[in-house]
């Protein structure tokens, strides 16, 4: 009897020591809300992290993102302690980053890597001290395009003709002929999206072109890394994209009487030019009064 009483004893504990090591569970977030829209995030606080999780929301449908390569993101950070946001980006314009652990940290990086433009992912991460955050972090990230995707549409006659090279940046061939007098605004691909509206703070990759020789002066795709500025910046752009829709690219055909902010130089002066632009977002200007750390880029963990 002495010795099956021992048995169970050991047993007992062998039970409780087994039970004692299973991994803790996982911490359980839900978000919720639409694709292009600032999700909403539910959680128990304090939320308990012990090491970084990632999970797909939903996959995205778009091409793959490519190691080395710039990113998209709209971004909804909150401290997870206590579930206040920190940093968001739906209320101004999304982030351009670069696909490598340098540039996005350790579980940015891991969180992007083998997805697909469109995808939502969930990030959640320990507090650390080897970074800013002291506090764990539940992260929503969207992954938006860096290239137009809409409709193809068929150009006016004697216009100059854009090729795409791989990665979606555009070459132009010179038509030979005079240009055209007035501003000429011609869709290449009709995208989807929300419609550009007077005063926006827009998100586009863009070449500008020599009309007379097809040659480029200025380009965001040097880098591939799209660039927001308000539309007021470029007022040629400022009546040719309005109502215009974002996932469009668009060929802005613009005379010499017309300003071309910061991209104005002298050997520019009486030139026609022709931009093509790809239209990646547009948003609303920010509140000055907001607080500015709330829609800064989000640090890498």
Sequence with gaps: MRRLVAACAAAAMLLLAACSTQDPEPPEVVVTGEAGTAPTVTYRTPLQVA????????????PDL????PVLLDFWLEDASDASLVKESYSSSPTPRLLTEEDLGKDLYAALSGQKVGARLLQISPASDASASSYPTVTVLDVLPVRAAGEPVAPREGMPAVTLDDDGAPSLAPTGTEPPSDLVVQPLLRGTGDQVAEGDVITVQYTGFVWATGEPFDSTWTSGSPTTFPLSDVPAWSEALVEQAVGSQVMVVVPPSYALGATQSEELQGQTIVFVIDLLATRAPADPAADPSATAAPEGE
């Excluded at 490519?66 to 390569?69: I, N, Q, Y």
């Design 51 to 62: 090491e970084p999780l990632n999970e797909v929301v939903w996959p995205g449908s778009g």
């Design 66 to 69: 490519v190691e080395g390569r």
